[in-house]
């Protein structure tokens, strides 16, 4: 399968600890995004990156998450001290970069659940 | 700002029956509009999307979908429904002229569709 993945499919945790996300783009895609989905709402962007540069981040994004892409593949998505509120699914897509109509291909997602 | 709005949260159509689902966007340029679907466990999968020239346009599993600038909307619809189209709905907009995919997508709520047999 050569999609977007992300592990884990689903992360149960306890407030106030830390979990880390990861995210497999297509391979040679060079934009990945993350964005959060819950329940009853479409998907929220969070931020994206091209090769290793974050971009752009929302103002979703609190000072308690925290996105790498370090060598331009992989991408990891850390939650520090999580709140309930926290509680969603985190979806990664990525895209090739070049063109003006690039879709974005989304991976199944990691959902949180926070205790 | 710019949005999207489904006014529909769920829908119920007959297998075999024809499908519309509506979408309306608020956005000051020309917009870049997108419809994915999402199953139980699966990840978003595009649709159909609309960057320029004609209105109507064509996706996969025979849906099509109009825009309609007048209107601010973007209409999915399907001539003849399966049980397998059963799934959640969402209409997007790419929010920057020339969309590259750079720009993030903003996801309406969605619309669930439910097949009845």
């Known amino acids: 399968d050569t999609g977007v993945s992300q592990d884990p499919r689903h992360k149960i945790t306890k407030r106030g600890q830390n979990v880390t996300f990861r995210c497999d783009p297509i391979s040679e895609h060079n934009r990945l995004y993350w964005y959060r989905q819950t329940l009853g709402q479409g998907p929220e962007f969070l931020t994206y990156f091209q090769n290793e540069a974050q971009l752009e981040k929302s103002r979703l994004l609190s000072d308690r998450f925290s996105a790498e892409r370090p060598k331009g593949s992989f991408s990891t998505l850390e939650i520090q001290r999580t709140e309930q509120g926290d509680s969603a699914m985190y979806l990664c897509?990525?895209?090739?970069?070049?063109?003006?109509?690039?879709?974005?291909?989304f991976g199944p997602g990691t959902r949180l659940t926070v205790l | 700002a710019q949005s999207v709005t489904q006014p529909d949260i769920h829908i119920t159509v007959s297998e075999g029956a024809s499908l519309e689902l509506r979408c309306n966007y608020s956005?000051?340029?020309?917009?870049?509009l997108f419809w994915y679907v999402q199953s139980p466990g699966q990840g978003l999968q595009l649709l159909l999307k609309?960057?320029?020239?004609?209105?109507l346009v064509q996706g996969i599993k025979g849906f099509e979908a109009e825009f309609k600038r007048s209107q601010s909307s973007f209409n999915l619809r399907k001539p003849s429904v399966h049980w397998s189209d059963a799934a959640e709905y969402f209409c997007a907009v790419g929010l920057s002229p020339g969309y590259s995919s750079a720009s993030k997508i903003i996801f309406g709520s969605g619309t669930r569709l439910s097949i009845r047999p």
């Open positions: 897509a990525s895209s090739p970069g070049q063109g003006d109509n690039n879709e974005q291909f």
């Open positions: 609309y960057f320029s020239g004609d209105t």
């Open positions: 956005y000051g340029a020309t917009p870049y």
